[in-house]
């Protein structure tokens, strides 16, 4: 027993490893202690893990099964029913005699000839049952509430879409930022690294007795500065890593860097916003809004004549639960008119109409907004591109700068303080181009998803 439970764990970590191993191999590459991630399998990996997906799923699932169940005002209902019926009751008791066909002229003895009729006495009734009701006439109400099921189904699904465009949107935000935070750190590093220059060159002029020690000592706290920059460039490195596996509901105790081979990229581009009134939240807003006007007409419908058609076979027994010692059938049509209902319809018309109201105007305003929202990201994204072409710019007059300034302290010509005056405003174009790029490559998701349209017609690589 032992054996076979020790034989159990270790089938279950084996699988376990497994699975875990596949869901890596979807997302990145492992080297030592670090998934290397790309964009597109961030992407990949949270349309197909991400638990508010699964949950929106489930949604249009159930929207589908109301649009199923929406049937039932077409269709016949069928039930079966067995029923046992024991009374003393005087006209049950005759009347079970008449549906078992044993009643006799003596189940009719009054005063004086005797009183069976009066006081049958405890008798009983088994009946077996199959029951139709089939509707025809409804006023209506079949053919919108099913028209509204089936629109309400749809917009579920438009609204599936938008949600996967929003973790898509998110993924690719998520990534950006890792590989923001990643080219950070790259100019922290690159920053640090001249900082230990500066020092190195400030110890060996002040060695020399070139220059004051206030120079080695401003040398050593610049770099200082640099070097909390880059511990918090790393801690921004690392939060990264933590939402991407958030969005991918990746739970591995690795540290998320992207792949080697993923640089910040800057498309040339072409766009416009034709398409923000057609993404598929304002589509699944026309739907709603198409099914709340249908939901007037179900309203309305049940203040209108309803026909309806029965049958129902029965078998009776007076003793043998679902016996058939008897049987009789019943076909009817029965037509009905709720002309007063205590303003119940009436209330519920007036709610339909209010609440279809209420979904046009905010179909309206979501349709505007949306288009706001594209010609927004449109600007936003403009403006990024010419802010990366200024700040590509800037980085080469601040390289160049530095340069400069470097060999005039290597010369005597200027001070520690105008040497890293330079190498920080050096450090902050590198940094600002880097956050343009990123700027740029967010931009276009957002473009894209608030309903814009995107050309790309080539890219510049940073």
Sequence with gaps: MQF????????????????????????????????????????????????MLSASSSMVDAANADALGAWRGFLPR????????????????????????????????????????????????????????????NGGMAVYGKKAANNMALSAKMDHKRAEETVEYHAVQAYEGLLLASAYETVMLVALKAADGHVRQA?????????????????????????????ETRNMVRTSGEYIKLLTASD???????????????????????GATTRSDIESGKLKSTAAGNMVKVARGSMLPHLNMSAEKNWYSSEDFLGDDSDAWTVGVYASWDIFSGLENIGALKKARAQSRATNYMLDFETRKATVEATQAKLELEAA??????????????????????????????????????QAASTMAEGNLVQAGFDVSTGVAKLRFAGGTVYCTGSETE
């Design 203 to 231: 110890q060996a002029m002040f060695d020399a007795e070139m220059v004051t020690e206030s120079d080695l000592l401003q040398a050593k706290v610049y770099r200082s500065g640099l070097h909390q920059k880059l511990i």
């Design 385 to 422: 591109i010419e802010k990366y072409s200024v700040a590509g710019e800037a980085v080469t007059a601040a390289r160049e700068g530095l340069r400069i300034v470097t060999n005039q302290y290597r010369e005597g010509l200027a001070s520690m303080v105008d040497l890293l005056d330079v």
């Design 78 to 137: 069928v039930s079966l029913g067995g029923y046992q019926m024991r009374s003393n009751d005087a006209l049950y008791g005759f009347g079970f005699k008449l549906n078992q066909r044993r009643a006799t002229p003596a189940d009719m003895s009054t005063p004086p000839y005797g009183t069976t009729l009066n006081f049958p006495g405890i008798t009983e009734n088994n009946i077996s049952q199959v029951k139709l009701l089939m509707p025809v006439f």
């Design 4 to 51: 076979k439970l020790l034989l159990s764990v270790v089938v279950f970590l084996l699988l376990s490893i497994t699975v875990d191993a596949a869901a890596l191999d979807q997302l990145g590459t492992v080297s030592n202690d670090t998934l290397f991630v790309s964009r597109e399998n961030v992407v990949v990996s949270a349309l197909k893990h991400n638990e």
């Design 252 to 274: 591995v105790d690795l540290i998320i860097a992207p792949a080697n081979s993923d640089k910040i990229e800057v498309a040339r581009l072409a766009f416009g916003t034709t």
